[in-house]
T-cell receptor, first 112, second 111 residues
Framework: DAGITQSPRHKVTETGTPVTLRCHQT?????MYWYRQDPGHGLRLIHY???????DKGEVSDGYSVSRSKTEDFLLTLESATSSQTSVYFC???????????FGQGTRLTVV | TQLLEQSPQFLSIQEGENLTVYCNSS?????LQWYRQEPGEGPVLLVT?????EVKKLKRLTFQFGDARKDSSLHITAAQPGDTGLYLC???????????FGSGTRLSIRP
């Protein structure tokens, strides 16, 4: 395992509140990714990072922001949670382009 | 917009049968990966294919990368209940660092 920890593992929050999910890695991997997984959609890329303070948008970035102030941590923030953001969120890391992606255990987020 | 299309979306077959899962795109990949995901877990890498026309075998699983590097297939011979899971293809594009996943194929093998 690549030592990827997601926190929290489960969260229920109310519509309109901000939420931050954390991904912590101990492998010094350069690249980090946030995905959401919904039935019938596989994994959809939200944002990714290719280095400290270097981030870019994925396919479904609206309503989400990210920050990476140090190599080991990649934070995903839902600025004002909506019910459509109810999902399972996965963090992944890779040491380099084209290499294996290692995933965290996922965070189940419910917005009520 | 999902750039990778997988088919079929669901597949339920009897133990011992063969099956093929497809992954297609209109774009050229620098490489393509196949992952398997079990309930409550993150995906785990099965294989990476890089060269057009490449074929890789992993026990009863055979992976093929299309000649034009726009499509791939996963063939399972003599499926077993342990093969049950969600199979995901993932494309890596040379122009970016991002990894794009397909919509997934949920496979169920009946004993």
């Amino acid at each position: 395992d690549a030592g990827i920890t997601q926190s929290p593992r489960h969260k229920v929050t109310e519509t309109g509140t901000p939420v931050t999910l954390r991904c912590h890695q101990t492998e010094n991997h350069r690249y980090m990714y946030w995905y959401r997984q919904d039935p019938g959609h596989g994994l959809r890329l939200i944002h990714y990072s290719y280095g400290v303070k270097d981030t870019d948008k994925g396919e479904v970035s609206d309503g989400y922001s990210v920050s990476r102030s140090k190599t080991e941590d990649f934070l995903l923030t839902l600025e004002s949670a909506t019910s459509s953001q109810t999902s399972v969120y996965f963090c992944a890391t890779t040491p380099g382009q084209g290499t294996e992606a290692f995933f965290g255990q996922g965070t189940r987020l419910t917005v009520v | 917009t999902q750039l990778l299309e997988q088919s079929p979306q669901f597949l339920s077959i009897q133990e011992g049968e063969n099956l093929t899962v497809y992954c297609n795109s209109s774009s050229v990949f620098s490489s393509l990966q196949w992952y398997r995901q079990e309930p409550g877990e993150g995906p785990v890498l099965l294989v990476t294919v890089v060269t057009g026309g490449e074929v890789k075998k992993l026990k009863r699983l055979t992976f093929q990368f299309g000649d034009a590097r726009k499509d791939s297939s996963l063939h399972i011979t003599a499926a077993q209940p342990g093969d049950t899971g969600l199979y995901l293809c993932a494309a890596l594009y040379s122009s970016a660092s991002k990894i794009i996943f397909g919509s997934g194929t949920r496979l169920s093998i009946r004993p």
